[in-house]
């Protein structure tokens, strides 16, 4: 595990490395706020890398704008983020990338990953229980839409005070995405 301190507009985190090796090329981040008082409920946002959408800008889905607008509370809360390399809910980009050439001809999210002989969902959030765990993190308030993430936490020996809901608004590029999210994967979406 590697850290330093880097500042944003949002505040100055400390961003630690968990990785399989030193040198790990892509090991799993938590940006922790400099001002955390990891004795209180926690704001946290456990966030899937989506090189597309965090880095790229892409409005194909809502993933860039949910990570914006996690740092905008998160570091008004001096929370944690947590970073998990899962592109594309765990397929990686290049699969991630032929995913959305299936959507480009009718298929949803879903459908698009099992035609390429992927699960819908691949991810585990027991990564992100684990950084948390090693933060010695007790009991959070997790931004999140994802009951998966939920159950997770549950699941684990942190205690789970609150969801707080994270709505981005929906553009005319990721309206049936959102849709498919709600409907046939459970988040939790007005």
């Not at 456990?46 to 880095?55: K, W």
């Not at 765990?90 to 991630?96: E, H, N, R, Y």
């Not at 929906?170 to 046939?184: A, R």
């Amino acid at each position: 595990m590697s850290q330093a301190d880097i500042p944003t507009k949002w505040g100055v985190f400390t961003i630690y490395t968990f990785g399989e090796s030193e040198a790990d090329p892509m090991p799993h981040l938590a940006l922790v706020h400099k001002d955390l008082d990891s004795d209180t409920n926690v704001l946290v946002r456990i966030h899937s890398e989506c090189i597309t959408g965090d880095l790229f800008g892409s409005t194909r889905c809502e993933c860039g704008s949910q990570l914006v607008k996690s740092f905008e509370e998160i570091g008004a809360e001096k929370g944690i983020i947590i970073y998990l390399r899962q592109e594309g809910r765990g397929i990686g980009i290049i699969q991630k990338l032929k995913a959305y050439q299936l959507q480009d001809q009718g298929l949803n999210t879903i459908e698009a990953n099992v035609e390429l002989g992927h699960e819908p969902d691949g991810r585990s959030f027991d990564l992100g229980i684990q950084i948390l765990e090693h933060l010695r993190i007790r009991s959070i308030r997790l931004l999140t839409n994802n009951p998966d993430k939920l159950q997770a936490i549950e699941q684990s020996d942190i205690e789970l005070i609150e969801r707080i809901p994270l709505i981005v608004t929906p553009s005319e590029h990721n309206l049936g995405y959102m849709q498919t999210k709600k409907d046939i994967m459970g988040h939790l979406l007005d």
